[in-house]
Protein backbone atom coordinates (compact mmCIF):
# COMPACT_ATOMS: atom_id res chain seq x y z
CA UNK A 1 0.00 0.00 0.00
CA UNK A 2 2.31 2.58 1.01
CA UNK A 3 0.35 5.46 1.87
CA UNK A 4 -2.95 7.45 1.67
CA UNK A 5 -3.02 10.86 1.11
CA UNK A 6 -5.62 13.41 2.56
CA UNK A 7 -5.65 17.40 2.44
CA UNK A 8 -3.95 17.79 5.38
CA UNK A 9 -2.31 13.91 6.31
CA UNK A 10 -0.28 11.68 4.59
CA UNK A 11 -0.69 8.13 5.92
CA UNK A 12 2.22 5.75 6.09
CA UNK A 13 2.46 2.39 6.06
CA UNK A 14 4.75 1.78 9.60
CA UNK A 15 7.28 -0.68 8.30
CA UNK A 16 9.26 -2.99 10.14
CA UNK A 17 12.83 -0.85 9.88
CA UNK A 18 10.34 2.32 11.36
CA UNK A 19 9.49 -0.07 14.12
CA UNK A 20 12.73 -0.97 15.18
CA UNK A 21 14.28 2.78 14.75
CA UNK A 22 11.06 3.87 17.09
CA UNK A 23 12.51 1.23 20.14
CA UNK A 24 15.41 2.63 19.61
CA UNK A 25 14.18 6.17 19.99
CA UNK A 26 12.36 9.22 18.41
CA UNK A 27 15.67 10.50 16.68
CA UNK A 28 16.26 7.15 15.06
CA UNK A 29 12.54 6.89 13.69
CA UNK A 30 13.55 10.43 12.26
CA UNK A 31 17.16 9.50 10.92
CA UNK A 32 15.45 6.75 8.93
CA UNK A 33 12.28 8.30 7.86
CA UNK A 34 13.13 11.53 7.10
CA UNK A 35 10.28 12.88 8.90
CA UNK A 36 9.76 15.22 11.96
CA UNK A 37 8.70 13.23 15.01
CA UNK A 38 6.36 15.33 17.92
CA UNK A 39 8.73 14.44 21.30
CA UNK A 40 5.65 13.25 22.78
CA UNK A 41 5.17 10.15 20.29
CA UNK A 42 4.67 7.28 20.48
CA UNK A 43 2.43 7.51 23.79
CA UNK A 44 3.28 5.27 26.55
CA UNK A 45 0.65 2.69 25.12
CA UNK A 46 1.86 2.07 21.84
CA UNK A 47 5.28 2.37 23.19
CA UNK A 48 4.70 -0.70 25.43
CA UNK A 49 2.82 -2.08 22.65
CA UNK A 50 5.79 -2.03 20.08
CA UNK A 51 7.70 -5.27 21.31
CA UNK A 52 4.68 -7.05 20.50
CA UNK A 53 4.15 -5.16 16.94
CA UNK A 54 7.68 -6.03 15.67
CA UNK A 55 8.13 -9.60 16.72
CA UNK A 56 3.98 -9.95 14.74
CA UNK A 57 5.84 -8.35 11.80
CA UNK A 58 9.06 -10.37 11.66
CA UNK A 59 7.49 -13.17 11.56
CA UNK A 60 4.90 -11.95 9.29
CA UNK A 61 6.19 -8.80 7.19
CA UNK A 62 2.78 -7.95 5.01
CA UNK A 63 1.30 -6.88 8.61
CA UNK A 64 2.59 -3.74 8.33
CA UNK A 65 0.14 -3.08 5.38
CA UNK A 66 -2.06 -2.34 8.38
CA UNK A 67 -0.97 0.06 10.44
CA UNK A 68 0.10 3.44 9.44
CA UNK A 69 2.51 6.69 11.02
CA UNK A 70 -0.32 9.98 11.05
CA UNK A 71 2.14 12.87 9.28
CA UNK A 72 0.60 16.30 9.21
CA UNK A 73 2.24 17.21 5.74
CA UNK A 74 2.80 21.18 6.71
CA UNK A 75 4.62 20.38 9.01
CA UNK A 76 6.50 16.83 7.60
CA UNK A 77 5.82 15.38 11.29
CA UNK A 78 4.47 12.12 13.20
CA UNK A 79 1.59 12.93 15.13
CA UNK A 80 0.71 10.06 15.78
CA UNK A 81 -0.32 6.32 14.43
CA UNK A 82 -3.83 4.47 12.99
CA UNK A 83 -4.43 1.13 12.33
CA UNK A 84 -5.45 -2.31 13.17
CA UNK A 85 -5.02 -5.23 14.80
CA UNK A 86 -5.42 -8.92 14.58
CA UNK A 87 -4.89 -11.14 10.98
CA UNK A 88 -7.44 -9.44 8.74
CA UNK A 89 -6.09 -11.74 5.97
CA UNK A 90 -7.14 -14.71 7.98
CA UNK A 91 -10.08 -13.66 10.25
CA UNK A 92 -11.84 -11.44 7.69
CA UNK A 93 -11.92 -8.87 10.43
CA UNK A 94 -9.79 -5.84 11.76
CA UNK A 95 -9.93 -3.96 14.95
CA UNK A 96 -8.95 -0.10 14.49
CA UNK A 97 -6.93 1.88 17.02
CA UNK A 98 -5.81 5.51 16.71
CA UNK A 99 -3.84 7.90 18.75
CA UNK A 100 -2.76 11.84 17.97
CA UNK A 101 -0.33 13.56 20.51
CA UNK A 102 -1.79 16.16 22.45
CA UNK A 103 -0.34 19.05 20.95
CA UNK A 104 -2.52 18.28 17.98
CA UNK A 105 -5.79 17.04 19.25
CA UNK A 106 -9.30 18.68 18.87
CA UNK A 107 -7.97 19.42 15.10
CA UNK A 108 -10.09 16.56 13.24
CA UNK A 109 -6.60 14.99 12.25
CA UNK A 110 -8.40 11.80 13.45
CA UNK A 111 -11.22 11.53 12.00
CA UNK A 112 -9.69 12.96 8.70
CA UNK A 113 -7.15 9.89 9.03
CA UNK A 114 -9.88 7.40 10.03
CA UNK A 115 -12.13 8.56 7.13
CA UNK A 116 -9.40 8.31 4.46
CA UNK A 117 -8.07 4.58 6.12
CA UNK A 118 -11.86 3.33 6.04
CA UNK A 119 -11.98 3.94 2.61
CA UNK A 120 -8.86 1.83 1.84
CA UNK A 121 -10.12 -0.48 4.40
CA UNK A 122 -13.46 -1.47 2.15
CA UNK A 123 -11.51 -1.93 -1.16
CA UNK A 124 -9.41 -4.57 0.45
CA UNK A 125 -11.47 -8.18 -0.22
CA UNK A 126 -10.50 -9.76 2.80
CA UNK A 127 -12.11 -7.21 4.80
CA UNK A 128 -15.26 -8.19 6.22
CA UNK A 129 -15.92 -6.54 9.36
CA UNK A 130 -14.24 -3.56 10.83
CA UNK A 131 -14.62 -2.87 14.14
CA UNK A 132 -13.04 -0.60 17.35
CA UNK A 133 -13.41 -0.34 21.16
CA UNK A 134 -13.17 2.43 23.50
CA UNK A 135 -13.53 3.25 27.36
CA UNK A 136 -16.73 4.52 27.80
CA UNK A 137 -15.30 7.34 29.60
CA UNK A 138 -13.20 8.30 26.32
CA UNK A 139 -15.73 10.72 24.95
CA UNK A 140 -13.24 11.89 22.13
CA UNK A 141 -12.87 8.75 20.53
CA UNK A 142 -16.42 7.74 20.68
CA UNK A 143 -16.79 11.06 18.88
CA UNK A 144 -14.41 10.33 15.98
CA UNK A 145 -16.10 7.10 15.36
CA UNK A 146 -19.62 8.34 15.50
CA UNK A 147 -18.46 11.07 13.01
CA UNK A 148 -16.55 8.35 10.84
CA UNK A 149 -19.93 6.08 10.71
CA UNK A 150 -19.63 3.65 13.46
CA UNK A 151 -22.56 2.25 15.19
CA UNK A 152 -22.44 1.72 19.15
CA UNK A 153 -23.01 -2.18 20.18
CA UNK A 154 -24.64 -1.78 23.73
CA UNK A 155 -25.15 -5.07 23.95
CA UNK A 156 -21.13 -5.83 23.73
CA UNK A 157 -20.33 -3.43 26.16
CA UNK A 158 -17.69 -5.22 28.64
CA UNK A 159 -16.50 -4.23 31.98
CA UNK A 160 -12.86 -4.55 33.20
CA UNK A 161 -11.09 -3.07 36.09
CA UNK A 162 -10.44 0.36 33.82
CA UNK A 163 -14.16 0.47 33.48
CA UNK A 164 -16.54 0.11 30.62
CA UNK A 165 -15.53 -0.72 27.43
CA UNK A 166 -17.56 -0.06 24.59
CA UNK A 167 -17.83 -2.02 21.03
CA UNK A 168 -18.40 0.59 17.76
CA UNK A 169 -19.27 -1.60 14.52
CA UNK A 170 -18.81 -0.37 11.04
CA UNK A 171 -21.09 -0.89 8.92
CA UNK A 172 -19.55 -2.46 6.11
CA UNK A 173 -22.63 -2.00 3.33
CA UNK A 174 -23.12 1.42 3.47
CA UNK A 175 -20.80 4.51 2.65
CA UNK A 176 -19.28 7.00 5.29
CA UNK A 177 -21.67 10.02 5.62
Not at 67 to 75: G, R
Request: charged share 30%.
Amino acid sequence: MGKLETKRLLLVEYNLEWIKATIAGVDELERVSGYTVSRDWPGIDFFFYLPYVLENVKKEPEMTKWTHLIVLKDENKVIGEIGGQGKPEESGEIELGYSIVPAYQNNGYVTEALEELLIWLKNQPEIHRIFARSFESNTYSIQVLRKSGFVYQPERDKVDSRGTIVLWEYPMNEDVS
